[in-house]
């Protein structure tokens, strides 16, 4: 109050002065900034306010999936019949002989009713397609209607005649609502005219909703960012910004202020040798080893879940979560801590390993999906063989480019699991990603596995090094560097091999198991290979003839089986199926490797904690996807 008491005063004294002529015509500079400083505060409040509710609607997004936020936890497609010949023979074009500049005539079952679409100049016209008359849908059809797209636990126990509603924005007719008496309180509209479900509502859509209206401030439910609340807004946010910045050149102007650039120097010890740079402060020791050129081992990226690019520092440097979880306390106390967990603002030096690894041209000679989502890439090493152990990794230098989110040759067989996925384009920077041989070596063939990552919730693009290596084209070359990576077999001529895998983590599995096969006397071995449907199984049946030989003990294990497969085989989590067959064994005789999704990967090594397995028995591999 007395903030606006004071600011209308002001412009009081500014008119007042102005018709009596006075020498000061307007406010003095000291009065004009903290005029400039309070309405500057009040504005960054109610923008602060409306950033909260995005954050609030923006974690809601990313954690509701797009089916619960449309109200179709309970939707399912009807099946599409068309109409037989015999109903096709009863149809008369005479029915629809007085509609003008007529475009398309389309047929379909509606709940076993042959039903007649025509659209014309004014607009599009149904007709029974066993009468001619015009289609009408009475309740009980409606409610047929509704059912063949509902697949919840609930019935239809009311229906109610409705010419428009809310939860419809923007439809206006005649038409029917069908409630059900499920635990979402499912409510399915169709339209009376066409009969043709509208769409389905249901209590999580409506929370979905005004998330909707405070994400886009359309209080209508349209959904419309071009509404006059957002517009009033952004003139709002315009002028914070110039406010912001009139304050900023005056506190610059009188010294309160100063600006930095903050490039910091620092130090690489890299086996005998010293190297020193300069770089922004904000970057991760990682970041700028690699684009120096220094391997460094990383096998997720940058993310923190690998524990691979670990770097000597001073033995005070704070420990982050993730060292804790990945480090023992031997090596924290020792000062060994991650790069891709410190900026070089705060860590100016570290000792890094150095790496017997190069840099290789490689040419792709084949390019096939395995899975709906994983393809196996095999390239020709212009160097040369590679001498590299069975699972280790390369890491594949990405250049940037403007790559295309659909691969140009997804098989027929695998569309429908792509539909989702719409054909574009996006930039990228250029990045470094990891990928393990799929085949024991040394060789002058490579061969990987890479699946495709796509956008998921909060990302509006596609995995950058999965996206681009997946639209390669044969010929095309790519350059990796390696090998990098300690998943090898652990010795021991009497020690039985257990290997647990899921996705794209077969590729490492693979070539161990390979590696392991091509010695004199190999040991015992025992897969358990996890996915989700049978679809996608990757080298199942390279594995089952192994299996057949006596080679090695091989179970594949499905946890999404489909209702259509004819699967015979293991079903429920990889793990869960292993620790069944543990049960029955000598846990101490085995070594266990496993590499797969991260929940699939925590889930089991949690597993083998509590079954007491040594760490030292235990060799995993993090992907980080």
């Not at 029917?176 to 009376?192: E, F, G, K, P």
């Not at 209508?220 to 807004?233: E, S, Y």
């Not at 212009?382 to 890491?395: I, S």
């Amino acid at each position: 109050m007395v903030a606006c008491l004071y600011s209308r005063n002001l412009w009081l004294r500014i008119y007042r002065n102005d018709l009596i002529g006075a020498n000061l015509t307007f406010l003095t500079e000291e009065a004009r900034m903290k005029f400039l400083q309070w309405l500057h505060r009040w504005t960054g409040l109610l923008i602060l306010i409306q950033l909260l509710l995005w954050t609030i609607s923006g974690l809601y997004f990313a954690l509701v999936d797009h089916h619960g936020m449309k109200g179709h936890q309970y939707h399912q497609h009807p099946p599409h019949f068309s109409l037989s010949a015999e109903q096709l023979e009863q149809l008369d074009s005479s029915w629809w002989g007085d509609l003008q500049e007529i475009t398309q005539v389309r047929t379909r079952l509606v709940v076993g009713v042959p039903q007649v679409e025509i659209h014309h100049r004014d607009g599009v016209a149904y007709f029974d397609g066993r009468t001619g008359e015009p289609w009408r849908t009475h309740q009980n059809r409606a409610i047929d209607i509704a059912n063949s797209t509902y697949s919840g636990p609930g019935e239809a126990i009311r229906v109610a005649s409705i010419t428009r509603t809310r939860e419809l924005h923007g439809w206006e007719g005649q038409g029917y609502r069908i409630d059900y008496n499920d635990d979402l309180n499912t409510r399915i509209y169709v339209d009376s005219v066409s009969g043709q479900v509208i769409d389905h509502r249901n209590t999580p859509w409506v929370v979905a909703d005004w998330m909707f209206r405070l994400h886009f401030i359309d209080y209508t439910g349209g959904r419309n960012f071009n509404n006059l609340v957002i517009i009033v807004l952004s003139v709002v946010t315009l002028w914070f910004a110039l406010s912001g910045l009139i304050l900023l050149f005056k506190l610059l102007g009188t010294g309160e202020m100063r600006f930095s650039f903050r490039q910091v120097a620092f130090e690489a010890e890299v086996g005998q040798e010293r190297k020193t740079f300069k770089d922004k402060a904000h970057k991760t020791l990682l970041q700028v080893l690699q684009q120096r050129d220094i391997p460094v081992e990383s096998g997720c990226g940058g993310g923190g879940t690998c524990g691979l690019c670990v770097v000597e520092v001073n033995s005070d440097t704070p420990i982050t979560p993730a060292e804790r979880d990945l480090l023992s306390a031997e090596q924290l106390a020792q000062g060994y801590r991650l790069a891709c967990q410190h900026q070089i603002g705060k860590v100016t030096s570290a000792r890094v390993k150095k790496l017997d690894v190069s840099k290789y041209t490689l040419t792709l000679a084949s390019s096939e999906f395995l899975t709906p989502m994983l393809k196996e890439l095999r390239f020709i090493v212009e160097e040369g063989d590679v001498h590299f152990a069975a699972g280790q990794y390369m890491q594949f230098l990405i250049p940037s480019a403007s790559t295309s989110t659909r691969p140009h040759d997804v098989p027929e067989a695998f569309s429908p699991e792509w539909l989702n996925i719409q054909a574009a384009t996006f930039e990228h920077e250029d990045v470094r990603r990891s990928y393990s041989m799929a085949t024991a070596g040394p060789a002058r063939e490579l061969v990987f596995t890479v699946r495709y990552q796509p956008a998921t919730n909060g990302h509006d693009r596609p995995g950058v090094g999965s996206t681009y290596l997946c639209n390669m084209r044969v010929g095309e070359k790519i350059v990796a560097e390696g090998p990098y990576g300690d998943f090898k077999r652990l010795h021991g001529a009497d020690r039985k091999m257990f290997f647990i895998g899921g996705g794209a983590g077969m590729a490492p599995l693979r070539a161990l198991i390979q590696e392991e096969l091509a010695e004199p006397s190999p040991r015992s071995i025992d897969f358990f290979y996890g996915a989700r449907n049978r679809q996608e199984l990757a080298y199942v049946d390279e594995f089952e003839h192994l299996k057949e030989r006596a080679m090695i003990h091989f179970e594949a294990v499905l946890s999404d089986k489909r209702e259509s497969c004819d699967w015979q085989g293991a079903e429920g989590y990889v793990h869960e199926a292993a620790l069944a067959f543990l049960a029955e064994q000598d846990i101490s005789a085995y070594d266990f490797y496993v590499c797969g999704p991260p929940k699939m990967l925590s889930a089991t090594l949690q597993m083998l904690e509590h079954l007491g397995v040594d760490r030292s028995r235990i060799r995993y591999d993090d992907f980080g996807i």
